[in-house]
C-alpha cells in the first residue's frame, strides 16, 4: 500500500522539495524518513509545503543561473587526455566519467558526476561528451584521447590514398557511356 510523504529535498527520480509523492512503505520506512529526506504528509506538514516550495523555486532559479554560466564557459571546449595503448594501438581500460571530471577539474569547472551519462569510452580519438547540468542545462566538450605507445614502439603511420581522377577524353578516355549507346544504336545491325 502506497506512503504519501512530503519531500523535505530534493530526491533524484522521484521529486524535488515540497512535493507530496506516493511511495512503497520500504523505500519510506528504510530510506526517505530515516535519511530526513522526507516526512509522512499530515495536516501540519501540509502546512509546511508552501514553505518548500518556495524554497525549491529561489533554490532552482540559483541552480539554473549558475547552470548557464557554466554552460556558457564550457560550450564547444576540447580537452584531452593521454591513454596507454599497446602496440596494436588498443587502450588498457578505459577513460572514465571520474577521469573526464578530473580534467574539468583541473580546468577549474566543479562538476557533479550525476551530470555525465557516459560510463566507458575505449576507443581513441576524438569525441563529444554531453553535460546535464541541474536545472535541465545540457551542453557538451570535445574529449581527444591520445593513444600512448609501449617504448621503442612507432605509432602506426595512417597512409591516406590519393582519389586518382579518370583521364579526361583529351587524354585518350574511352567515351562516355552515353557516347557509346548512342554509336551502338546508330551502327547497322548485322545477322
Request: charged share 30%.
Amino acid at each position: 500500500m502506497p506512503t504519501n510523504l512530503l519531500l523535505l529535498e530534493d530526491v533524484e527520480d522521484l521529486g524535488r522539495s515540497g512535493e507530496v509523492v506516493s511511495v512503497k512503505p520500504g523505500y519510506a520506512r528504510n530510506f526517505l524518513i530515516p535519511k530526513q529526506k522526507a516526512v509522512a504528509a499530515g495536516k501540519h506538514e501540509m502546512r509546511m509545503q508552501a514553505r518548500l516550495q518556495e524554497e525549491r523555486a529561489k533554490q532552482a532559479a540559483t541552480d539554473r543561473k549558475g547552470s548557464l554560466k557554466i554552460s556558457e564557459d564550457l560550450e564547444g571546449k576540447a580537452f584531452t587526455t593521454t591513454v596507454k595503448v599497446d602496440p596494436a594501438g588498443h587502450m588498457y581500460g578505459s577513460v572514465t566519467a571520474q577521469d573526464i571530471l578530473a580534467l574539468l577539474s583541473e580546468a577549474g569547472f566543479e562538476i557533479e558526476k550525476k551530470a555525465l551519462k557516459i560510463h566507458h569510452l575505449k576507443e581513441t580519438g576524438s569525441t563529444k561528451v554531453e553535460l546535464f547540468l541541474k536545472e535541465g542545462v545540457e551542453t557538451w566538450i570535445t574529449l581527444e584521447i591520445v593513444p600512448e605507445y609501449p617504448e621503442g614502439y612507432e605509432a602506426p603511420k595512417v597512409i591516406v590514398e590519393e582519389k586518382v581522377e579518370a583521364p579526361s577524353e583529351a587524354e585518350g578516355e574511352a567515351p562516355p557511356e552515353a557516347e557509346i549507346k548512342a554509336e551502338a544504336e546508330a551502327a547497322p545491325e548485322t545477322e
